[in-house]
């Protein structure tokens, strides 16, 4: 798969993620002045939706993340391949299905079934970051597919922290079994925390 056609595979991606990330704001709701009751403020029904606002947030800095690392690993490639093409796509279908969960999440959260909904977004992202992992393994192991040659021993280190991913992401996952609301907190701090060294080194 030449430059051209790697390209058109990077646009068609970002244009995944961007449809993904633009679903998100869908399930907060404008609340209506009619329901407002007396002595209710517009204030507390927008507190009210807390749970909303948080799985938002959650999920837009996930996808996010994982758009940028997405980009990263397009920005190392020359070319891909037939495998690599099917894995991306597998990693946009997960990407894709992330709204669905996140609007179980502000639905349950703080209710009976959260345990469920947490269960079922958490393990999205188990699933997106092994499916991430197989994706970097794929190119990084394929020297034809990159642009320049590349140190070695930076692909290993690069590959080793990626596969962390998936383990962080599965202890979160059975978090959600005792404390559903930490478990999401868990997937933000796994996203944000990561990415204080390079705020602090690109400063």
């Given at each position: 798969?030449?430059?051209?056609?790697?390209?058109?595979?990077?646009l068609f991606s970002d244009?995944?993620?961007?449809?993904?990330?633009?679903?998100l704001i869908l399930d907060i709701k404008v609340?209506?002045?009619?329901?407002?009751?007396?002595?209710?403020?517009?204030?507390?029904?927008?507190?009210?939706?807390?749970?909303?606002?948080?799985?938002?947030?959650?999920?837009?800095?996930?996808?996010?993340?994982?758009?940028?690392?997405?980009?990263?690993?397009?920005?190392?490639?020359?070319?891909?391949?037939?495998?690599?093409?099917?894995?991306?796509?597998?990693?946009?279908?997960?990407?894709?299905?992330?709204?669905?969960?996140?609007?179980?999440?502000?639905?349950?959260?703080?209710?009976?079934?959260?345990?469920?909904?947490?269960?079922?977004?958490?393990?999205?992202?188990?699933?997106?970051?092994?499916?991430?992992?197989?994706?970097?393994?794929?190119?990084?192991?394929?020297?034809?597919?990159?642009?320049?040659?590349?140190?070695?021993?930076?692909?290993?280190?690069?590959?080793?922290?990626?596969?962390?991913?998936?383990?962080?992401?599965?202890?979160?996952?059975?978090?959600?079994?005792?404390?559903?609301?930490?478990?999401?907190?868990?997937?933000?701090?796994?996203?944000?925390?990561?990415?204080?060294?390079?705020?602090?080194?690109?400063?």
């Open positions: 798969m030449a430059s051209q056609q790697m390209n058109r595979l990077e244009a995944v993620f961007a449809i993904a990330i633009t679903l609340p209506k002045h009619e329901a407002l009751r007396p002595g209710q403020t517009l204030l507390r029904m927008l507190l009210y939706q807390w749970p909303s606002f948080f799985a938002f947030a959650t999920s837009f800095v996930s996808i996010l993340m994982i758009w940028v690392n997405h980009h990263a690993i397009f920005k190392l490639l020359g070319r891909g391949s037939h495998r690599f093409v099917l894995i991306n796509g597998l990693l946009l279908f997960l990407v894709t299905f992330v709204p669905f969960p996140t609007a179980l999440v502000a639905e349950y959260l703080g209710h009976p079934g959260e345990k469920t909904a947490v269960l079922l977004y958490t393990g999205t992202f188990v699933a997106i970051s092994s499916t991430f992992y197989l994706l970097w393994s794929h190119a990084s192991r394929n020297p034809r597919l990159l642009k320049h040659p590349t140190d070695h021993s930076a692909l290993s280190s690069t590959q080793g922290s990626y596969l962390w991913g998936p383990i962080l992401y599965f202890a979160t996952f059975l978090a959600g079994f005792w404390q559903p609301w930490l478990s999401v907190a868990l997937c933000l701090g796994l996203v944000l925390i990561p990415q204080l060294p390079q705020l602090k080194k690109n400063d």
